[in-house]
């Protein structure tokens, strides 16, 4: 946080672009950028004129299509770097950015979070626009909101304190004066923590005791530099001339005061210069004031814009994918209406593993030991994840691995390079490099043996101490800055460039200031917020039963719908490994009274899916896919059987081949199918396409079953029509007549739609 905070508070003028200047020759042409990507992350890359919004699904890739039409645009002169803006909500993922951009050779160009954005032009345009100096920053608004409710006669508790704190700020990001708070909560069904003529009379006393200190809170950045742009146009005039291009990430969490923000810096029609990407099925802070309205209703501010679908999910198994399918195939509000059905480019993995529990220890202590089975089965340990839904659950996992001595780090810890460990390895490390030759160093056989002579002079051994706890904690960071160092050489090698110890201090000064840190080798605990934006090769979701998630406060259908969407992104962030499990008691010998949660309804075994209304149309997922869904689960990413590439559209997906490929169709018998599916229309009294649509005969006729089960995993086939026509559909694949079924001319309509 301190050094966060150093870093907005340095009064760099606002056009300072944060570049580290480190030169990266531009020894290839702007399509060299595009190389690698999929059609669609090339359409995001190749849309250089916006409005553009990029609906990016979970693994899909979103911050790599838009940082590389960022570099494209300027690789190409479209864009000047000091002319582009990206913002995102988290110093780490704008960390992420700038370090991208800089390997893709467009330095120059600012990735900042809205506020870091915010108060550098705050700095810079306070003198001139009201005077004097900039007011401090409120570091830590809590002791102040303390304050304003001891002047209100309140007696408020710790834990109370900081919902009455988190009430402010929702208060603030969602433009609403202390007047208007108590019907603002009562229109949107907000769970309150006090009484809201309470909360509204606190926030009062609270912004009266800033303007008597002359201080400002972060929400107060935002709203004031969008009020000198708002109120000065000379000024607002001066910053759109400097920024021309502005990228926006996670724009499902954008609040009202920040899109205020974001339309004084793009101006009237400013969408021209806009690219916006989200995903409303992550929305997941609404809490907090996010709301995905402004993503869901871009197309309509903004009817020329392109819109751009990022489906094709590089990070999960078909398995974990399809199980996400199936979860938000049950959704239902205006989000559910705009999800994504997500299609795996991995490999076929292990089935998702659903487990019931008596109590919460006995399944901290499986869940234990089933990691330290994947542990010695070559899975890293930073490799491994365990997720719940509220902060409290962490301490009976802790113990758990505790017990069993596998090491892990609660996520929310102190910040990697902030640790005083990690600062005094980067002084050593540094002063070895200045060094030059060093009898210290100079018998090491590579960078990372270099690294590891340098940090066995504070201690370091090749193997981790005994046990947990600080000094197993301070191992494990060394033995970061070690991997790291491993990880650092085996990429510079493969790119032609020189890794000794200075360029490795340089890599790490660049981290350190992204606030980019290396994987601690240690089991991740951390809630299902805290892990949005991460992924790991095995992820253990615990603890899911009602009143858990959705959490017990979740009362009115969006609430619900937002704790299913949490769910979804702990289910995403897996990429090979998934388990899911619940208890149905707290302790040992405690009443059963706990039930799974209802999202599991419909994907775990020997459950049913709730109603019978439809998926909607974001396609099928797995709940209601049948016999179909077990033998596609299998087949993996389905590709093109001429090229090998991974299908997106329905109809190639049903033909397993690209329309533009050669055709294999037996003609005759497509012919044939066709005959006999005007028959069957004929009797049933209803159109062709609901006994087979053309896409599914075309199917068949090219890859002839000889067999019900291959009949079964042809796309339109479902289970009820396998039932129905698989004994004809067969018979004509083998060349024979169909025997006639006089059922199907009493049945009236399909039972499955084509």
Known sequence: ????????LSGIPFDDHGSDRSGHPDATGPDAVLAGLDPEQRAVATALHGPVCVLAGAGTGKTRAITHRIAYGVRSGVYQPQQVLAVTFTARAAGEMRGRLRQLGADGVQARTFHAAALRQLHYFWPRAVGGPVPQLLERKVQLVAEAASRCGLRVQRTELRDLTAEVEWAKVTQIGPDDYPAAVQKSGREAPRDPAETAQVYRVYEEAKTRRGVIDFEDVLLLTAAILEDRPDIADQVRSQYRHFTVDEYQDVSPLQQR?????TGPGGGTSLCVVGDASQTIYSFTGATPDYLLNFRTRHPEATVVKLVRDYRSTPQVVHLANGLLAQARGEAARHRLELVSQREAGPEP??????DEPTEAETTARRIKELLAAGVRASEVAVLFRTNGQSEVYEQALADLGVPYQLKGAERFFERPEVRDAGVLLRGAARAGSDPLTD??????????AVLATRGFTAEPPAGSGAVRDRWESLAALVRLAEEFERT???????????????ELDARAAAQHAPAVEGVTLASLHAAKGLEWDAVFLVGLTEGTLPIIYAKTDEQVEEERRLLYVGVTRARKHLSLSWALSRSPGGRASRKPSRFLDGLRPGSSAPGTRSAGRGGRGGVEQGERSAARRARGPVKCRVCDRALTEAVERKLRRCETCPSTMDEALYERLREWRAGQ???QGAPAYVVFTDATLMAIAEDVPGTR?????I?????????????AVLSLCAGEEPEEDPGDVEDGRSDEPA
Do not use: F, H, I, N
């Not at 089960?709 to 995993?713: F, M, P, T, W, Y």
């Open 1 to 8: 946080m301190e050094r966060m905070q150093e870093d907005l």
């Open 261 to 265: 923000l974001l339309d004084q810096w």
């Open 353 to 358: 593993v659903y487990t019931e529990y008596e």
């Open 443 to 452: 018998d090491a056989p590579d960078l990372a043996g270099q690294v590891r």
């Open 492 to 506: 510079r090698t493969a790119e032609g460039l020189a890794a000794d110890l200075a360029a490795y201090v340089a």
């Open 681 to 683: 229309a004929r009797k």
């Open 709 to 713: 089960q291959e009949l079964a995993v």
């Open 715 to 727: 796309s339109g086939v479902g289970a009820m029509k396998l039932d129905k026509y698989g004994a």
